[in-house]
C-alpha cells in the first residue's frame, strides 16, 4: 500500500492502462469520478460523496493485510479509469479474496476495467500469492456478470440476502476463479452458468 506522498509504483501494464495501489492524492479525481457516475453506480453500490474522512478510512482498510486497492490507470495520462479491491483475504489453507470492481460512467464501454482486472488478478495469483478469486455480484447487474465471465470466472451458485446496499439486503451471484483457470484472466473458457 502507498498511501504517502511517494511517486506511485506500476504493479502492472496492458496494452492502454497500468494497474498501482490506491493513495491519499487521488481522493480528490476519485471523488469527483463518484460524483459523475452516481446513476451508473445505482443501485450495484452504495452510492455516498467520498468525503476526505471516508477516503481516509478507506486507506485504512487498505492498509491491513486482509485488504489491497487499486486503481486502474490510462498508460498516456496516468488519469483512472477503474478501481479495484481485493478484500477478505484469508490466508493459511486457504489462500483466497474476494474481488470488487467499479468503472466510472466517462469511460465505461472501452475495455479498460477488462485490461485493468485482468492486471489485478495476475497480482493476486501472483505477488500476493492467492490461489482462488471470487466475485459477488447481483443478478441483475449484467455488465459486470459479462465482464466476469470474459475472464474466465465460473458460476458457482445464487447467494440470497447475500450484502447489505444501502439498507436493503441484495442478492448475489456467486463467481470465482481459480489461479490456473482459463489463462488466469484470458478468456472465458468453457465456463458454464445455468439459467
Known sequence: MNPTGTPARHLGE???????HLRRQDHAEIAALTRESTELHRPW?????????AFERRLERFAR???EGFVICLRGTGAIVGGVNVNDILRGSRQCGTLGFTA???????????????????????PLGLHR???NIQPGNTRSLALVRRLGFRYEGFSPAFQQIDGEWRDHERWALVSGDAGQAGPAVGEHRPR
Do not use: K, M, N, Q
Not at 466510472?104 to 501472483?126: P, S
Open 65 to 67: 493485510p486482509t485488504h
Open 14 to 20: 496492458a496494452a492502454r492502462v497500468t494497474l498501482r
Open 133 to 135: 478469486l471470487e466475485a
Open 104 to 126: 466510472y460512467a466517462g469511460t465505461t464501454g472501452r475495455g479498460y476495467l477488462t485490461e485493468g482486472l485482468g492486471l489485478a488478478i495476475r497480482h493476486a495469483f501472483g
Open 45 to 53: 453500490l452504495g452510492v455516498h460523496a467520498l468525503t476526505a474522512e
